[in-house]
């Protein structure tokens, strides 16, 4: 099962923008995940934020989550050609042990 | 960090034939891993979790009798895709849960599977 949306699916741009993902969510999280993964490869743990965090940042990037709206957004500042990856968000529901549950990802591509 | 390691990274068999992936935590004891399968494209699904010494969990739509889960001990889990199709190809990846609500969970490098 999936727990909802990404958008957008995919996303160019140039080296030295930003770059802004959105994920949405169906249902009560511990906290939120984001991931990249480069092609065919495993997946990178960028950052996680908890439920009662709103935002937080980490070198180049910035995660928000809006739990009202069930909502997160992954913000890559100053973009370089190697961000190019697939970025998915994921949620840890509230009891404890369950798997993460995975976004359909976002596909970014940074040209130089 | 924990450590969790996959094997094979990649895999090609014939139709008809098994294979057996194996994900291994080096350095933590994992009561329960979690199998994921991403075709190309497209985002990860949770295929089944598995649980030491019980019978593994599986999601809607999967079928247990051809994606054999072993879960030996509270280091590896292993998960068997029986007689192989070529739709069967995918990467496979596991993972163990990290600390709940305070860390990330640990994912083994994946493993791709090609069938032909």
């Known amino acids: 099962s999936q727990q909802g949306e990404e958008d957008p699916q995919a996303l160019s741009i140039q080296e030295g923008e930003n770059a802004t993902m959105n994920c949405s969510y169906k249902t009560s999280i511990n906290n939120l995940q984001w991931y990249r993964q480069n092609s065919g490869r495993g997946l990178v743990h960028l950052i996680l934020i908890r439920s009662n965090e709103r935002e937080k940042h980490s070198g180049r990037l910035r995660v928000t989550l809006d739990t009202s709206k069930k909502s997160s957004s992954l913000l890559i500042t100053a973009s370089r050609a190697a961000d190019t990856a697939s970025y998915f968000c994921a949620t840890e529901a509230n009891q404890a042990g369950t798997a993460l549950i995975f976004g359909k990802g976002t596909t970014l591509s940074v040209s130089s | 960090g924990a450590v969790v390691s996959q094997h094979p990274s990649w895999v090609i068999c014939k139709s008809g034939t098994s294979v057996k992936i194996e994900c291994r935590s080096l350095d933590f004891q994992a009561t329960t891993m979690f199998w994921y399968r991403q075709f190309p494209k497209q985002s990860l699904m949770l295929m089944a979790t598995s649980n030491e010494g019980s019978k593994a969990t599986y999601e809607q739509g999967v079928e247990k009798d051809k994606f054999l889960i072993n879960h030996a001990s509270l280091t590896l889990s292993t998960l068997t895709v029986t007689s192989a199709h070529p739709e069967d190809s995918s990467f496979y990846i596991c993972?163990?849960?990290?600390?709940?609500?305070?860390?990330?969970?640990?994912f083994g490098q994946g493993t791709r599977l090609t069938v032909v």
């Open positions: 993972s163990a849960p990290g600390q709940v609500g305070r860390g990330e969970a640990f």
